[in-house]
């Protein structure tokens, strides 16, 4: 859907439209390509992302508020989070945005790394790490601020309740996504490198860059150009942050009372 100009068989004006139309013509698997570099990168992206989050936040949160909560701490800690995650997954979300396109011309996972890497250079797997970082930074803040915000009206004791952190999660990723929406069209354009739409803005060679990204885009469509897939990106991200902080906050929970129950059985 943010794909500028689409083949005319992939232009679809709804969600719903486009997963129908994808299942029946693409196939019902279709819609899950791309899962699997996703998955690989993923694991280590999170564990660096969370560890640097949580570290960070508390040792900001001493610095700024004395151990109090602090929305400036959550924003930058989020933001400085983001650096490592990025920097591991950067790579997975352009092999799997390339295959994720109509007509794809990669087999498979390794068939698009190794086309990649032979026509275009291991630099191609991070020519939008730069633009990710611009679109992910901003996101994140929004979203650690928004989450905690959110656990502080209903979770004031941060304690262990999975209704509060899927909801404020959900809310959390609806605003970050929405108020994102324009970075995400650019770095898509910036991944894809869509030859249709480079044509046509007349850019020779590989675009790169926020600024160039951004200057093609309302070229090519004008400002709601900016907002092509706005409604998936939401739907996407809602449950997709729900469910990330609900397994984050389970596991911290269950470990930590592990570690406690450990350590008094020690003591006694």
């Known amino acids: 859907m943010q794909s500028l100009y689409p083949d005319p068989r992939a232009q679809y004006r709804s969600v719903y439209e486009a997963l129908r139309r ?7 698997w279709r819609p899950l ?9 993923a694991g280590p992206a999170h564990a ?12 900001l949160s001493d610095i700024i508020k004395h151990g109090g909560n602090s929305h400036t701490a959550n924003g930058i800690a989020g933001s400085m989070a983001t650096v490592l995650h990025d920097a591991v ?20 996972v390794w068939d698009c790394i190794r086309t990649v890497r032979r026509t275009e250079g291991l630099a191609a797997f991070y020519r939008s790490y730069t633009t ?13 601020i928004t989450y905690e915000f959110m656990q502080e009206q209903l979770n004031p004791r941060r304690q262990y309740q999975p209704q509060t952190h899927i909801i404020s999660g959900a809310l959390a990723g609806a605003v970050a996504a929405a108020a994102t929406t324009p970075l995400d069209v650019c770095k898509t354009l910036l991944n894809t490198q869509e030859n249709v739409a480079l044509n046509s803005a007349h850019v020779s060679g590989h675009l790169s860059g926020m600024a160039n990204a951004f200057r093609t885009v ?13 409604q ?3 739907i996407f991200q809602m449950p997709s942050t729900a469910i990330a902080w609900s397994v984050y906050e389970f596991f911290k929970y269950f470990l930590t009372k592990h570690n406690l129950e450990k350590s008094g059985g020690s003591s006694s």
């Open 22 to 28: 994808i299942v029946r013509t693409e196939g019902v």
């Open 33 to 41: 390509r791309g899962m699997n570099i996703t998955i690989l990168g």
């Open 48 to 59: 660096l992302y969370f560890a640097c989050y949580e570290k960070m936040k508390w040792t």
């Open 89 to 108: 997954m950067n790579p997975a979300e352009v092999v799997k945005t390339r295959m994720q396109m109509y007509n794809s011309p990669y087999k498979g």
């Open 132 to 144: 990710q970082l611009t679109m992910n930074i901003p996101f994140q803040a929004l979203h650690f």
């Open 218 to 230: 309302y070229q090519l469509g004008g400002v709601q150009a900016y907002f092509k897939g706005a």
């Open 232 to 234: 998936a990106r939401i």
